[in-house]
């Protein structure tokens, strides 16, 4: 096999010659680069994993980069390379009357935002309806310092040269929805960009030259500093979520949800609901014989069931929405914990307490005012009495020291 770049590289040469192409990525590259059909690239890619073999798991390298960069790469190969080490799971497990809106919503060009309560799977679902939609995504996480320039992109600072002979440039940095452009061009996919949790940010702030974009396609984003102008392509779909534990959508700019589709991730039929209960218990303590499954089953639908909708163990109503998503934590942590005895193996009864002190009752108080954290903490003292197998004392006990600190908060303001 030659190493000119130029040279048409048959499946009976890179078959030949494997034990150079698993010795040099640079070979590797060349032949994908010079192959004379689509069989060449899947035997190197999906046959022999040339790509894991030496870039790793994770990451677009030389050789992935070749592939998508590659006209006789087909699309399910390229999905194939710019996905290796996604965890992302196979099943869709959002109600499918979600699951519908959002593709159709996909599908008519909208942008859309999934909201919803937490733990209800928004992310999750995200990355699922990305790589259904498109061939790769890039995940963004909004945090409150986020600007406009975060999403479009804008002028930054560069140090350049060797130490002690540094100068200071400023060059075009591409934003989340940019550089996904960007990407969709050089390897002729249709990408998805997801920014997630996008209420931590200032929406109106970061989304105004957006607006714009969406209205005239033609609009220029940016202009790099190679002169390309990026306009929002119509092979780029823009997928946000919301926790909307503290806001409703009628408190939203009304220029998000005249221009974004607005898809609604909240309640889970009971059947639905159940089935993952049943799921994770199944696949995470299904050999572990030191709990019930069936106990905790019950209790995942008391605790669920008083949470959304107030209990018959608790005196008061509804605390939140709250999804069911993060049970499922719950039952990793058991996992592990019944399997080590420096764990809870001797106290498995106990480690149903700190699972849920450590992955239910966190994320209630995170966003719960007082009247809320009251009804948390006489929530669970009531679980704990009517699950006697268990012991909820630890998620009881968070919730009071957290009701405790906030009256003394509450104390000192008065003074």
């Known amino acids: 096999m030659s190493s000119s770049s130029e040279e048409s590289y048959s499946?009976?040469?890179?078959?030949?010659?494997?034990?150079?192409?698993?010795?040099?990525?640079?070979?590797?590259?060349?032949a994908i680069e010079g192959a004379d059909s689509p069989d060449v690239l899947e035997y190197l890619i999906r046959?022999?994993?040339?790509?894991?073999?030496?870039?790793?798991?994770q990451g677009v390298g030389q050789i992935r980069r070749a592939v998508l960069e590659s006209g006789k790469a087909s699309q399910d190969l390229k999905r194939t390379v710019i996905t290796r080490g996604d965890d992302t799971p196979g099943s869709i497990l959002v109600p499918d009357d979600v699951e519908r809106n959002a593709r159709t919503a996909l599908r008519t060009g909208k942008p859309v935002?999934?909201?919803g309560p937490t733990g209800t799977g928004k992310t999750t679902f995200a990355k699922q309806l990305a790589l259904r939609h498109c061939v790769g995504y890039s995940l963004h996480t909004a945090t409150p310092s986020w600007t406009a320039k975060d999403i479009i992109g804008g002028i930054g600072p560069?140090?350049?040269g060797s130490s002690g002979y540094r100068s200071l440039n400023y060059e075009t940095e591409l934003g989340a929805v940019s550089e996904g452009v960007q990407r969709a061009r050089d390897f002729n996919i249709p990408y998805a960009v997801i920014l997630d949790e996008i209420t931590r940010a200032d929406i109106s702030q970061i989304f105004g030259p957006l607006y714009t974009a969406i209205e005239?396609?033609?609009?220029?984003?940016?202009?790099t500093d190679d002169g390309e102008t990026i306009e929002l392509d119509e092979d780029v779909s823009i997928i946000c979520t919301m926790n909307m534990s503290d806001r409703t959508v009628n408190e939203l700019d009304n220029a998000i949800t005249r221009r974004f589709a607005m898809v609604e991730l909240d309640e889970y039929?009971?059947?639905d609901r159940r089935s993952l209960f049943e799921g994770w218990l199944e696949s995470n303590l299904g050999d572990i014989p030191l709990l019930e499954n069936d106990d905790l089953l019950e209790l995942f639908e008391a605790d669920y069931d008083g949470i959304n909708n107030g209990s018959e163990q608790a005196s008061r109503g509804p605390i939140m929405r709250f999804g069911p998503m993060h049970y499922r934590d719950v039952t990793i942590f058991l996992r592990e914990a019944l399997q080590d005895e420096s764990l809870y193996m001797d106290a498995p009864e106990e480690a149903v307490g700190q699972a849920f002190r450590t992955f239910?009752?966190?994320?209630?108080?995170?966003?719960?005012?007082?009247?809320?954290?009251e009804q948390i903490e006489e929530h669970y003292r009531a679980l704990n009495k009517s699950f006697e197998m268990f012991d909820l004392a630890p998620a009881a006990d968070l919730a009071s020291r957290e009701l405790d600190a906030e009256r003394r908060r509450m104390g000192s303001y008065e003074q």
Not at 11 to 30: F, M, N, Q, S, T
Not at 360 to 370: D, K, Q, T, W
Request: proline share 3%.
């Open 11 to 30: 499946l009976e040469d890179v078959k030949g010659d494997l034990d150079v192409l698993r010795a040099v990525d640079d070979r590797v590259v060349e």
């Open 47 to 57: 046959e022999q994993q040339l790509d894991l073999h030496h870039e790793g798991d």
């Open 113 to 115: 935002v999934l909201y």
């Open 158 to 160: 560069s140090l350049t």
């Open 216 to 223: 005239n396609r033609n609009q220029t984003l940016i202009e």
């Open 269 to 271: 039929e009971d059947d």
């Open 360 to 373: 239910i009752v966190p994320r209630l108080l995170n966003s719960a005012a007082f009247p809320q954290i």
